[in-house]
């Protein structure tokens, strides 16, 4: 194996690892609102490594390119921009959907 098919895999096992940690936290977690935050880690971090790993491989085989460069850091900035807003929009409709309010019951 060359250096950047053992840097791909590393990369590849790392999000692998991280998306299994949220598997497991998401059955262990106690309720929606949680389950809904705690897709960072997957959204956050092992998606763009995925991509990172991507384009290692595509720069080892095909040479630097700088469209797929630019495509990528789109791309992940692009991942972490609706991540955060999608987490925003079902956090709020879990949290409406879930929590009482006691003052307007009086």
């Not at 990528?72 to 807003?85: L, P």
């Not at 956090?91 to 019951?105: E, L, P």
């Amino acid at each position: 194996m060359t250096i950047p098919e053992i840097i791909v895999s590393i990369l590849v096992i790392l999000a692998g690892l991280f998306s299994l940690g949220t598997a497991i936290a998401l059955w262990r977690a106690p309720d929606p609102l949680t389950r809904a935050n705690l897709l960072g880690p997957t959204v956050g971090v092992s998606l763009p490594l995925l991509i990172i790993a991507l384009l290692i491989h595509t720069w080892s085989v095909d040479g630097f390119n700088p469209n797929n460069f630019i495509r990528a850091i789109i791309a992940i900035i692009g991942v972490w921009v609706i991540g955060s807003v999608g987490s925003y929009y079902m956090g709020r409709a879990i949290y409406g959907v879930t929590v009482v309010d006691n003052r307007r019951s009086k």
